[in-house]
């Protein structure tokens, strides 16, 4: 079946515009992660959504970052006003469950963000 | 907080030989999950093994195993008979049993990865 897909693969911005990554989880995962793929950082969780419960937004780096979840299945990262930190690859991951054995996360192939 | 360590930045290997990756991780619960990851240039992130540390096994998938030693905190990852194809950053994860927050959250958290060469 179709993996985690994300979009744009690529995207190149200029400091202070705002952009939007986009990702679909596999069909029936209830559970999707944001992390964010840095150089010297390493991957950092950013945002954790469940079902239709409240998303666990602790990760996120600052106010310019929020993120959304429509229906149970699509979500979008927002970063407003970009500065040139928030350069990386975002990463998007979703699995079956949140706990127990199927809980394994499966990864899309990143949006990586350019801010110039 | 529980923390990953991947000591060596990059590794190489000759093909069709051994090469083992160190991981180290730092946590007081006794049971959690221990992940391998493969990110080839393609920046897709593969899923290679994965342990239960409730599970005393250790756990195999084809060519790739692991050497989990629980008490010393220690989760390796051993490719035999290496190819051209397992070229790629190798990072290794760890996953609480239980949420890190109020909202239920599980990531997972990361070692710094690791770089495999393979040498035809």
């Known amino acids: 079946g179709a993996g985690v897909s994300q979009s744009p693969s690529n995207k190149v911005t200029e400091k202070g515009k705002d952009v939007e990554l986009r990702c679909d989880p596999i069909?029936?995962?209830?559970?999707l992660y944001w992390y964010r793929q840095s150089l010297g950082q390493g991957l950092e969780f950013l945002i954790y959504?469940?079902?239709?419960?409240?998303?666990?937004k602790s990760g996120l780096p600052s106010d310019r970052f929020s993120a959304e979840r429509t229906g149970g299945s699509v979500s979008t990262l927002t970063i407003q006003r970009t500065q040139q930190e928030d350069s990386a690859v975002y990463l998007c991951?979703?699995?079956?469950?949140?706990?127990?054995?199927?809980?394994?996360?499966?990864f899309g192939p990143g949006t990586r963000l350019t801010v110039l | 907080a529980q923390t990953v360590t991947q000591s060596q930045p990059e590794m190489s290997v000759q093909e069709a030989e051994t090469v083992t990756l160190s991981c180290t991780y730092d946590?007081?619960?006794?049971?959690?999950?221990l992940f391998w990851y493969k990110q080839p240039p393609s920046r897709q992130m593969i899923l290679v093994i994965r342990?239960?540390?409730?599970?005393?096994q250790n756990a195999t998938e084809n060519r790739f195993s692991v050497n989990f030693q629980k008490a010393a905190k220690s989760f390796s990852l051993k490719i035999s008979d290496s190819q051209l194809g397992d070229a790629a950053m190798y990072f290794c994860?760890?996953?609480?049993?239980?949420?890190?927050?109020?909202?239920?959250?599980?990531?997972?958290?990361f070692g710094k990865g690791t770089k495999l060469s393979v040498i035809p």
């Open positions: 991951a979703s699995s079956l469950t949140a706990t127990g054995d199927t809980d394994t996360q499966y």
């Open positions: 069909s029936g995962h209830t559970a």
């Open positions: 959504f469940q079902g239709n419960s409240a998303p666990d």
């Open positions: 946590t007081s619960e006794s049971d959690y999950y």
């Open positions: 342990q239960e540390a409730y599970k005393q």
């Open positions: 994860a760890y996953r609480s049993p239980r949420p890190y927050s109020g909202a239920g959250s599980y990531q997972l958290t």
